[in-house]
């Protein structure tokens, strides 16, 4: 066990993984690099597990199940408690290895890290408040841990999205393991810190870096008895057709396209003070953004001078840097995929408002510009497709009911927001919106409330007691009546 007052020692040359409470050799023998987006050089190396490391795996957490369920609730919230502490002692450490991971500004890697830790204070709060076992006339209902639960985690948010997992799954009496995106396994070390640092069981969080082969044999394992994954749609489609073929359940975090709807009567400032957090924070590169800007028609003009003036003088650059507003994206292959998608809003007969290349001050680094669209039909790939990236398609609408229609003219519903000075408009806009979250005059995640999507964007939820309740399962027990 390191010391807290010293920062954790990363190993950036890994060959092991973290199996039943210990750094373990990887059975994998094959390696995956890691690089910082922001300067295109490699940072450190992680082994590629294979089916025999995930099989390690999950023998250690089906070892270590029935101790850990057989612990009461507040047994086990001490332990997210004591994970929690752990967290915010490396968090300056560990935002700026997830920073260096994913080029997301050092700032918003700060605000996941304290976000990872909120989530595990809070469900750690529910041991005592959420109804494990009830009687109902003269039946008894339990909630009982579904078993061993396989967490398939994300680049973007490689700790937050991560907790929003891992928390509940423990609460609940679930024992896991986790396998972390290619791009972000580094920054798992913090997570088995954590583990460490909170003398958590052994086995009840086993970590496997790697890429298809250890999450297919994660998902396909016969002692995995739930599958949790945050991805796109495409991926979480094929997974979720392998859960249903084992009646395996699932939680499935996908993607979005969401809208942000400008009515006529809307604080154009409130929204332009929020529009990177809503719109574009991590260069775009977050399911639930509103990429889409639905603006009144007789404001539209006005909604496009403002975000051009608002958006041109932020500054694109070095993450690590205080001043920096947009760092790169992630990976080489998604500034490709978000170059290939402004080229087809141009091919379909869209306008530039600002932006569209990558910074001409930068020759090193994944960076694409902040990019508007103007004149885009709702049809248009940039206006339908998730595009996760720094770009936003501004589309006029002419009355409230117009507005709708094309809010949910869109095979995701995952995000949103409404803006207007009369809350109950908005709010009864927002009931129409077919979508799992949505917000009025902003947008921000509350975890007290679950998270989830609508249509090609998800199945179950996150965050709240719903997402809790997700690694559950029920068993009523009758009593007969004499």
Not at 175 to 201: G, R
């Amino acid at each position: 066990m390191t010391d807290s007052t010293t920062p954790l020692k990363i190993d950036t040359d890994r060959t092991t993984m973290y199996v039943n409470g210990a750094w373990r050799p990887s059975h994998g023998q094959d390696r995956m690099h890691e690089i910082n987006p922001a300067t295109e050089e490699v940072i450190g190396f992680t082994p590629d597990g294979d089916a025999e490391d995930i099989d390690a795996a999950v023998q250690a957490a089906r070892a270590a199940l029935r101790e850990w369920a057989g612990l009461t609730p507040v047994q086990r919230s001490a332990f997210l408690v004591a994970m929690a502490d752990r967290l915010d002692q490396r968090a300056d450490q560990a935002a700026r290895l997830v920073t260096s991971e994913n080029g997301v500004p050092l700032a918003t890697s700060a605000a996941m890290v304290e976000s990872a830790s909120g989530v595990l204070r809070y469900y750690a709060s529910l041991a005592e408040t959420f109804p494990f076992e009830e009687a109902r006339g003269t039946t008894v209902v339990r909630q009982e841990p579904i078993g061993v639960a396989g967490l398939i985690l994300p680049w973007n948010g490689p700790l937050n999205l991560a907790y929003m997992k891992i928390a509940p799954a423990l609460l609940a009496g679930c024992t896991t393991v986790l396998k972390p995106a290619p791009e972000t396994s580094l920054s798992t070390a913090f997570i088995a810190d954590a583990a460490e640092a909170a003398a958590l069981p052994a086995g009840v969080i086993n970590i496997v870096t790697g890429g298809r082969e250890a999450g297919a044999a994660l998902v396909t394992h016969a002692g995995v008895d739930k599958i949790a994954f945050t991805g796109s749609t495409a991926a979480g489609r094929a997974i979720a057709a392998q859960c249903g073929q084992a009646m395996k359940p699932g939680t499935f975090e996908l993607g979005g396209k969401s809208a942000s709807i400008l009515l006529d009567d809307a604080d154009l400032d409130v929204f332009l003070a929020q529009i990177i957090d809503v719109s574009l924070a991590g260069s775009g590169q977050s399911c639930k953004l509103s990429t889409r800007i639905l603006v009144a028609s007789d404001r539209y003009d006005e909604v496009c001078d403002a975000l051009r003036n608002t958006l041109s003088p932020l500054v694109v650059g070095d993450p690590f840097d205080p001043a920096t507003d947009f760092g790169p994206l992630a990976i080489e292959r998604q500034r490709d995929r978000v170059e290939q998608y402004i080229r087809s809003g141009l091919e379909q007969g869209a306008k530039l408002l600002m932006g569209g290349g990558r910074p001409t001050h930068l020759p090193k680094g994944y960076y694409v510009e902040p990019t508007v669209f103007v004149g885009v039909e709702n049809w248009m790939r940039i206006a339908q497709e998730e595009i996760f990236g720094p770009v936003l398609a501004v589309i006029p609408f002419d009355s409230d009911d117009d507005a709708v229609t094309l809010a949910n003219d869109s095979a995701y519903g995952l995000g949103g927001a409404v803006y207007t000075t009369d809350t109950e408009r908005g709010t009864n806009i927002a009931r129409r919106v077919q979508t799992g979250t949505i917000g009025i005059n902003g947008y921000r995640i509350d975890p007290l409330a679950p998270f989830g999507g609508y249509k090609q964007s998800g199945l179950g939820r996150e965050l709240g007691p719903e997402g809790l309740a997700a690694y559950l399962q029920n068993k009523s027990i009758y009593h007969a009546v004499p």
